[in-house]
């Protein structure tokens, strides 16, 4: 009963004070500020003459609160965003809105907000964190008053914050173009639901909303860390369906079929007489199943506590696929969600982009999970020539792991993420939370 209290109270005061961020201006928010003081220190009307000046704030803002209404607005607009294909955590993104006013009046001194899906998490959500959590006693104080939690599934759920952008002057039944910049926090898809022109009033305190349709989502990347020149070890082996699989030329010229373009083939396999019969891009396929396969094992499976710890791994992960060339290769990855997953990148058959954008929503599993991922490292293994491991932990289960695929021969390049530093092991790079980039550069 006093969780689900205190998660109303949360609820109720993230929402009032989204709703003060938007319909108060800068000017309006100092006047407010200044009223909830004199009305502090005027509580007492023989000792201070503090409720004199509450109560000529309260009058203003009555007054802006009189004049301020949507409906009196009368603003027409369309908008129309050109966004990049994807983003990237911690890079500056920026786009460009097209607003067109279909009015017969100019529209002068409006501000364009941007309306993202709610952030507050539901009542399940709320609970669900508390019980994950590690017993003791700050746990069972954030169970019970659960502020920190609180913050931490906002942030989860909000992968950027855009600011409030000035809109130029537009003329009557013209168009301006607004560009808007800012910096998402968080893989994922920002999801855009629409955009708001507000307008102040007189007073300039409090603002008219002009609500404008246009639901829009951009893909935000992992953060990536710069990664030395990385020689995976590995030998060219024996692919079932490497024909199927490989577009590029191989060790051997013998000539297979012909088949249509798929995108990422090479122009200069294209048979172009076979294109001027058939009126359609046509490519020789060579016979090519001897080549160098890659795996790259994510590990998800982790506790509710290990969130930065998961969201460094992809990071991780992530920078191991734009390092590992894939032109000459194949890479794998491997990962365990609701169900097993494995995406296959290089030789025509996907682009690096593309697993990023698969790392991109990547979410932990559950811990009991990693005997699924194991199965399904061990199912695959026979087809790769080399690994890599992006571990949450350095335990028994994964070291297990580790010996088997060592065990087979198979060369296993492996990183551990952790919260804090670990003593050093061989063949193991323990990368802390912090401090992750430096322990990359020394690979």
């Given at each position: 009963m006093i969780r689900l209290l205190f998660y109303r109270t949360y609820r109720r005061a993230f929402g009032l004070a989204y709703w003060l961020s938007?319909?108060?201006?800068?000017?309006?928010?100092?006047?407010?500020?200044?009223?909830?003081?004199?009305?502090?220190?005027?509580?007492?009307?023989?000792?201070?003459?503090?409720y004199q000046a509450a109560a000529f704030l309260t009058g203003v803002l009555v007054v802006a609160a009189i004049c301020v209404s949507d409906r009196r607005w009368r603003g027409k607009f369309t908008a129309t965003r050109r966004l990049p294909r994807l983003g990237t955590v911690g890079s500056p993104v920026t786009y460009h809105v097209t607003v067109n006013n279909l009015t017969a009046r100019p529209q002068r001194g409006a501000v364009m907000l941007e309306d993202l899906p709610d952030p507050r998490p539901a009542w399940d959500e709320f609970v669900a964190r508390a019980k994950h959590r590690a017993p003791g006693l700050e746990a069972w104080l954030d169970d019970v008053i659960g502020f920190s939690r609180w913050i931490q599934l906002v942030a989860r759920r909000r992968p950027a914050v855009i600011g409030e952008t000035l809109v130029p002057d537009v003329t009557a039944r013209a168009t301006v173009e607004v560009p808007v910049t800012f910096t998402p926090s968080r893989r994922g898809r920002v999801e855009f639901q629409g955009l708001t022109l507000a307008r102040p009033e007189v007073l300039g305190l409090l603002r008219s909303f002009c609500r404008v349709p246009a639901a829009q989502s951009l893909v935000i990347l992992p953060k990536r860390y710069r990664l030395p020149c990385l020689a995976l070890p590995g030998d060219r082996e024996y692919q079932p369906l490497g024909v199927a699989l490989a577009s590029a030329v191989g060790q051997s010229d013998e000539f297979v079929a012909l088949r249509d373009y798929r995108p990422g083939d090479s122009l200069r396999h294209i048979h172009w007489r076979s294109v001027a019969k058939c009126d359609r891009l046509v490519v020789r396929?060579?016979?090519?199943?001897?080549?160098?396969?890659?795996?790259?094992?994510?590990?998800?499976?982790?506790?509710?506590?290990?969130?930065a710890v998961f969201e460094e791994a992809v990071a991780v992960a992530s920078s191991f696929v734009c390092a590992i060339e894939t032109q000459e290769s194949l890479l794998d990855l491997l990962f365990v969600g609701p169900q097993a997953y494995t995406f296959t990148a290089g030789r025509g058959v996907g682009h690096v982009e593309q697993m990023?954008?698969?790392?991109?929503?990547?979410?932990?599993?559950?811990?009991?999970?990693?005997?699924?991922?194991?199965?399904?490292?061990?199912?695959?293994v026979a087809r790769v020539s080399g690994c890599v491991c992006v571990l949450l932990a350095w335990d028994e289960p994964r070291q297990r792991l580790v010996q088997q695929l060592r065990a087979r021969g198979l060369p296993v390049r492996v990183c551990v993420v952790t919260a804090g530093v670990r003593e050093p092991e061989p063949g193991v790079l323990f990368l802390p939370v912090g401090q992750v980039g430096e322990a990359l550069s020394r690979l």
């Open positions: 938007r319909r108060f201006t800068a000017a309006g928010k100092l006047v407010l500020a200044c009223l909830i003081l004199a009305a502090v220190f005027g509580t007492d009307t023989t000792q201070s003459t503090a396929e060579n016979e090519d199943e001897f080549f160098v396969r890659h795996a790259l094992i994510l590990d998800t499976c982790a506790t509710v506590e290990d969130d990023l954008t698969v790392l991109a929503g990547v979410e932990p599993s559950a811990p009991q999970q990693f005997a699924t991922l194991e199965t399904l490292v061990l199912r695959h």
